[in-house]
């Protein structure tokens, strides 16, 4: 499975807000510079952002984009399900009626497992936690 350029932009714009959470907000401009996307196409990804309830905008000269919702309770499942929709290994994964070898078939079993997989992955991942994971580990020596 190959995410698509939407999914993979568009976490790497709402990931770089996170890591604003609190401050002022962030122009289109900056996170373009930053993550290295197009405004024409960021403006576009934080539409769909928007209106997912992801971000909001704020409006004058110190204006741009924040998050809706604390980091810590938006999960990358739901942030996945905006860009790229549910997913999908297979048509017969989430569609019995699909094929009529689904009942009894090893390769339909593999591809809901890794559905599942997926899903529990991304469902268990928080902004904050990514977040979290970005900040550069400092050195500690004890002696």
């Not at 604390?70 to 499942?77: E, H, M, V, Y």
């Not at 529990?120 to 991942?125: A, E």
Request: hydrophobic residues 40%.
């Amino acid at each position: 499975m190959k995410l698509s350029t939407r999914t993979r932009y568009g976490m790497r714009a709402i990931i770089e807000l996170a890591q604003h959470e609190g401050k002022r907000p962030l122009q289109l401009k900056v996170i373009a510079e930053r993550q290295d996307i197009s405004v024409k196409y960021l403006e576009q990804l934080m539409s769909l952002l928007r209106s997912a309830g992801f971000v909001r905008s704020v409006r004058g000269s110190k204006g741009g984009y924040v998050l809706a919702r604390p980091a810590d309770q938006i999960r990358l499942s739901e942030v996945f399900r905006c860009l790229e929709g549910p997913v999908t290994t297979a048509e017969c994964a989430d569609d019995e009626a699909y094929c009529a070898r689904s009942v009894d078939c090893a390769a339909r079993k593999v591809w809901v497992r890794v559905e599942a997989a997926i899903q529990d992955v991304l469902g268990s991942i928080s902004l904050s936690d990514l977040v979290q994971e970005a900040k550069p580990k400092t050195a500690e020596y004890h002696i």
